[in-house]
């Protein structure tokens, strides 16, 4: 009993300590639309390879992913959602180190450790609750930073879309991946199919509608995915809902959203759900598998 009595003190303690790695919620920055993104040589190729995806996606993901959001409850998905985003925050803050941004990797830190231990292994995003941003950094990202050019743009079969500059990245995002340093074979493709699962099923409704509702999808997707990825790189990342503590102000954006643009009220007059909604809304669109950043099968 009191080894137990012990261990919640440390707990609230710590709880206590890390809430005060809190900051303020960034403004929300608005989306790059002015600059030539990445350009399309490939165009052919890339479109025949958006039709695989979105035929492999129909008969097969698809068809998985929603056995999985019967079988598995929305408390257990957001759990096994939690702690795979969570695995990936160290990687977040050696990034932002590279970029120079210490603060934003002392942010990461304190989020990682909050929620690996109160939040039990990330089950529970506890970080969001004191107010920790979070941030998604990638190498893709610090090479931008450092000026590497994003070159052409290219969509892989079943890896989705992509650039040449993050195609050179990725291996060492997948070194960094903690699960790659699983060593036993059977138990590493088990968990990163879980993750890829999670994935299919937190985005499949959204590939039914820019399907169902863009005149060309493809250019959709593309144009999407490399507008949020030039964003991300230029420190414009949608913040998540979630991590945006009740009751905070929220910055105006510097290029306002069509959404909120031609909404009733001005922007400085929306309240923190309206505006939250907007941004969730347009972040939930861009973050498709379709238009991912990461090196997961897609569609």
């Given at each position: 009993?009191?080894?137990?009595?012990?261990?919640?003190?440390?707990?609230?303690?710590?709880?206590?300590?890390?809430?005060?790695?809190?900051?303020?919620?960034?403004?929300?920055?608005?989306?790059?639309?002015?600059?030539?993104?990445?350009?399309?040589?490939?165009?052919?190729?890339?479109?025949?390879?958006?039709?695989?995806?979105?035929?492999?996606?129909?008969?097969?993901?698809?068809?998985?992913?929603?056995?999985?959001?019967?079988?598995?409850?929305?408390?257990?998905?957001?759990?096994?959602?939690?702690?795979?985003?969570?695995?990936?925050?160290?990687?977040?803050?050696?990034?932002?180190?590279?970029?120079?941004?210490?603060?934003?990797?002392?942010?990461?830190?304190?989020?990682?450790?909050?929620?690996?231990?109160?939040?039990?292994?990330?089950?529970?995003?506890?970080?969001?609750?004191?107010?920790?941003?979070?941030?998604?950094?990638?190498?893709?990202?610090?090479?931008?930073?450092?000026?590497?050019p994003a070159g052409?743009?290219?969509?892989?079969?079943?890896?989705?879309?992509?650039?040449?500059?993050?195609?050179?990245?990725?291996?060492?995002?997948?070194?960094?991946?903690?699960?790659?340093?699983?060593?036993?074979?059977?138990?590493?493709?088990?968990?990163?199919?879980?993750?890829?699962?999670?994935?299919?099923?937190?985005?499949?409704?959204?590939?039914?509608?820019?399907?169902?509702?863009?005149?060309?999808?493809?250019?959709?997707?593309?144009?999407?995915?490399?507008?949020?990825?030039?964003?991300?790189?230029?420190?414009?990342?949608?913040?998540?809902?979630?991590?945006?503590?009740?009751?905070?102000?929220?910055?105006?954006?510097?290029?306002?959203?069509?959404?909120?643009?031609?909404?009733?009220?001005?922007?400085?007059?929306?309240?923190?759900?309206?505006?939250?909604?907007?941004?969730?809304?347009?972040?939930?669109?861009?973050?498709?598998?379709?238009?991912?950043?990461e090196l997961v099968?897609?569609?």
């Amino acid at each position: 009993m009191k080894k137990y009595l012990m261990g919640c003190v440390a707990a609230l303690a710590l709880l206590g300590s890390f809430g005060a790695c809190a900051q303020e919620v960034l403004p929300v920055e608005g989306i790059v639309d002015d600059v030539v993104l990445a350009s399309d040589p490939l165009e052919g190729f890339n479109r025949r390879m958006y039709r695989f995806n979105i035929a492999t996606d129909k008969y097969l993901l698809k068809p998985v992913s929603k056995t999985y959001e019967k079988v598995v409850p929305k408390p257990g998905r957001s759990c096994v959602r939690n702690i795979f985003e969570n695995l990936g925050v160290p990687y977040t803050a050696l990034n932002n180190i590279l970029q120079g941004k210490f603060k934003a990797a002392g942010q990461d830190l304190c989020r990682f450790a909050l929620n690996s231990t109160v939040g039990l292994g990330g089950c529970f995003n506890v970080a969001a609750k004191v107010g920790l941003p979070e941030h998604e950094e990638d190498f893709g990202q610090t090479l931008g930073v450092w000026g590497v050019p994003a070159g052409s743009f290219v969509m892989l079969p079943l890896l989705g879309p992509t650039t040449v500059r993050d195609l050179v990245a990725k291996p060492v995002d997948f070194l960094a991946d903690p699960l790659s340093r699983i060593t036993n074979i059977r138990l590493r493709n088990s968990v990163k199919g879980l993750q890829y699962l999670d994935k299919f099923s937190e985005w499949s409704a959204v590939i039914d509608m820019v399907d169902g509702l863009a005149i060309d999808p493809y250019a959709f997707t593309r144009d999407g995915w490399l507008q949020r990825r030039e964003t991300q790189v230029q420190d414009g990342d949608y913040f998540k809902p979630s991590d945006v503590p009740v009751g905070a102000p929220v910055a105006a954006p510097t290029a306002a959203p069509a959404d909120v643009a031609s909404a009733t009220l001005p922007v400085e007059q929306r309240t923190l759900p309206e505006l939250s909604q907007v941004q969730a809304d347009q972040a939930l669109v861009i973050d498709s598998p379709a238009v991912s950043t990461e090196l997961v099968p897609m569609p």
